[in-house]
């Protein structure tokens, strides 16, 4: 299958709503093929070259409900900064991710989010949980894995489990409101 920015379920298409199902494990080789295939969008999508030349917008994660796939299966890849002045990549291709834990302290992206099935912009802050622990299968590593995400790598993995209810990041947004104080929000 071709994942370009042309065959990526839009916002306009109500498909892009429908749940997710779970997957069976182990994984078929159907399903491993569009985690491979998703993954790879996310890689090249980050090439300013390949991007370009296949038509790719920029993308830190994908879900199958993306292309059309009502499956519980995700990819990301996020580029961080540590504490230690270190970087970091967190790179997953996940079957069934979900979330078992959130922090009380909220956090939310100064600049709002974007996806690749909302073509326009939505001002406001998503405001999220700062910390989530996600538990799931994960093909890179071909195992089950417990992921404790912080930041701007757990409001990914929350935005990317969002799809399997078909929740959009703007549905978070109060138009009445859309820059709420957050009190003790980590603000990244
Ligand atoms: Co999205």
New binding site residues.
Partial sequence: MMINNDTIVKDTDPSVRRKSVPVTLPLSEEDKTILKEMYQYVLDSTDEEKAKELNLRP?V???AI?IGIPKQLTAVVVHEIDKNDQEVTYAYMLANPRITSRSVQKAYLENG??????PEEHEGYVVRNARVTVKGYDLLSDQEVTIRARGYFAIVLQ??L??FNGV??YDHIDPANPKPEVPGALVI
């Avoid at 989010?113 to 909302?118: F, W």
């Fill in positions: 993308a994660g994908i879900s993306q989010e974007g996806c690749l099935s909302v935005h990317e969002d799809h959009l990041f």
